[in-house]
């Protein structure tokens, strides 16, 4: 155990409370605080991801465990942002479906060319940095949901880079898909 696997720990622990803020009833948190609360939750966890990633690299602390974890941790949290925010009406299922589904498409594919040694061939592109900052925006937004000064409405805003996420999302996974099928008709 050290301080960027520690951080990531926090970050699964952080989920049920995350989904639990929109559970409590009107009377311990107004709706507006239930925004709120869960808005500084899922950004807090948005930044211990590059935290832990930054201080397991300085600290020379990087380790097979914590590169595992890592992104399983992210994946359970946009899930599980996604979810929420598709139950709240904030954001359509099938935007939803088609980033986690590329999320668990990539995730096996990554695994499996791991297994066949050739885990460099799908490393993470500059194209999925994109779109994983596109939606670590985009789901603060939509989370926050209330108008800023009656003039910045972080839903629009929000369900724009959402959407962006979800294009980039489909062109990552091509991407990625293009770079395995070569290795997959060699293996098969």
Known sequence: MNLPNLLTWLRILAIPLFVGIFYLPPSW??????NL???IIFSGAAITDWLDGYLARTLNQTSAFGAFLD???DKL???AA???????ERLDAPIALVIIGREITVSALRE???QIGKAKSVAVSFLGKIKTASQMIAIPLLLYHD????????????????YLAAILTLWSMI???????PQALQNS
Do not use: D, R
Not at 82 to 88: M, N
Not at 147 to 162: D, K, R, S
């Open 29 to 34: 948190l107004s709706p507006f605080g239930q």
């Open 37 to 39: 609360v869960a808005t």
């Open 71 to 73: 992104p399983v941790a």
């Open 77 to 79: 949290m946009v899930a």
């Open 82 to 88: 996604l979810i929420v925010l598709v139950h709240l």
């Open 112 to 114: 499996w060319m791991a």
């Open 147 to 162: 108008t800023i000064e009656g003039y910045f409405n972080p839903q629009i805003v929000g369900t724009w880079l959402i």
């Open 175 to 181: 991407y990625y898909l293009k770079a395995a099928i």
